[in-house]
């Protein structure tokens, strides 16, 4: 919960900031164009901000600022909300990111309830990359303990790749970007046993 309310706190830090004169960021962020990211924990943050309901309230956290999120291994709920009812209503463009052997180190969420989430969001601005063989560790600069696989540097490759096409396109209203994303981009950086949707 805290680190929940920690992103609306920062946003409007940010926007402070913007507008404070001599501040050194003063006239530099463009308040209209915010992003939301996170791996593991941080994606189960992302989603809240950025349309997941809870069993509780309707999207109780969700932050109207955000334009656009991305979620590293992502998860469904653990408790109460069944997939449809907790993605079933996100506004905005989401990109999930996930390994055919990315389990949690921490807590339970295994490959079924990474790719949970996919199918549960409604059409429109909505992708998935599941890569081959990617432990949880794939999304990170280090490994864990538990890791089995051998590193692929391709992941990282592809992971920035996308995720940079993805903000691009939506953050910096770049064309070439969606067309690089929606195309046949994506899936030149990709291998062939990675599995790349969207709806």
Known sequence: MLRVKDVPAVIDQLELWNKLDGHVLSGRLNPTQIGMSGHSFGAVTTQAVSGQRTRWRKMPFTDLRIKAAIAFSPSIPRQGANPQQA????????????????????????VKSRLAVFPALPAGGKYELVLYRAEHSAFSDRELPGDTEQRNPNHHRAILALSTAFRDMLLRNDFSAKSWLDGDGARSVLEKDDRWQIK
Do not use: C, E
């Open 87 to 110: 993605f079933g209503n996100v506004k905005i463009p989401w990109m999930l990111m996930t390994g055919t052997k990315d389990v949690s180190v921490i807590g339970d969420a295994d």
